[in-house]
T-cell receptor, first 115, second 113 residues
Framework: DTAVSQTPKYLVTQMGNDKSIKCEQN?????MYWYKQDSKKFLKIMFS???????INETVPNRFSPKSPDKAHLNLHINSLELGDSAVYFC??????????????FGPGTRLTVT | AQSVAQPEDQVNVAEGNPLTVKCTYS??????LFWYVQYPNRGLQFLLK??????LVKGSYGFEAEFNKSQTSFHLKKPSALVSDSALYFC???????????FGDGTTLTVKP
């Protein structure tokens, strides 16, 4: 059973398009995250939700909009895609919020390529 | 603000030799520290963590790490490296009073036969 799953795994699209990435976790965790890993493999947090409430919103263009319909899902919608959005996007989850001493569980990633 | 540094982009070791991947951190309080590993085209996997207690923590795949408060370090170690340990390793720090984890820039470990 996959703990944190993401769809699609690969996404190739043209500049200006709008796309979504979906994430689901079956671990019963309260907190979910979106990370961006760039071409240099640097990992940066974008958003975090705890019990469907946005708690972290890093300096991310407002073209990126997360949505959490329930505790088990956190989707990422991106409007007007730009070349610089090309990256691997990881979803993650953890128990008990940001102050938790627990580790994060990562999904397999979605490789977004904007042409 | 919290931060974490992995001073080496790349670490090369021969199979069977001990390995060390370095990590130093800066937080205002007592930190929670984590190591994750990323294999090619995969998500990050948790290796081990330090929360409190014994400074030497043991984790998955024979890895261990030593928390050194005076040097603000949390270096990852393994007594005998395997070729299959070759991967990208991330150190992460969380200030339990502030929330949010900060990840280092990663260190690529290459173990040669």
């Amino acid at each position: 059973d996959t703990a944190v799953s993401q769809t699609p795994k690969y996404l190739v699209t043209q500049m200006g398009n709008d796309k979504s990435i979906k994430c689901e976790q079956n671990l019963g965790h309260d907190t979910m995250y979106w990370y961006k890993q760039d071409s240099k493999k640097f990992l940066k947090i974008m958003f975090s939700y705890n019990n469907k409430e946005l708690i972290i919103n890093e300096t991310v263009p407002n073209r990126f909009s997360p949505k959490s319909p329930d505790k088990a899902h956190l989707n990422l919608h991106i409007n007007s895609l730009e070349l610089g959005d090309s990256a691997v996007y990881f979803c993650a989850s953890s128990p008990q919020g940001l102050l938790s001493l627990y580790e994060q569980y990562f999904g397999p990633g979605t490789r977004l390529t904007v042409t | 603000a919290q931060s974490v540094a992995q001073p080496e982009d790349q670490v090369n070791v021969a199979e069977g030799n001990p390995l060390t991947v370095k990590c130093t951190y800066s937080v205002s309080g007592n930190p929670y520290l984590f190591w994750y590993v990323q294999y090619p085209n995969r998500g990050l996997q948790f290796l081990l963590k330090y929360i409190t207690g014994d400074n030497l923590v043991k984790g998955s795949y024979g890895f261990e790490a030593e928390f050194n408060k005076s040097q603000t370090s949390f270096h990852l170690k393994k007594p005998s490296a395997l070729v299959s340990d070759s991967a990208l390793y991330f150190c992460a720090v969380r200030d339990p009073n502030a929330g949010k984890s900060t990840f280092g820039d990663g260190t690529t470990l290459t173990v040669k036969p």
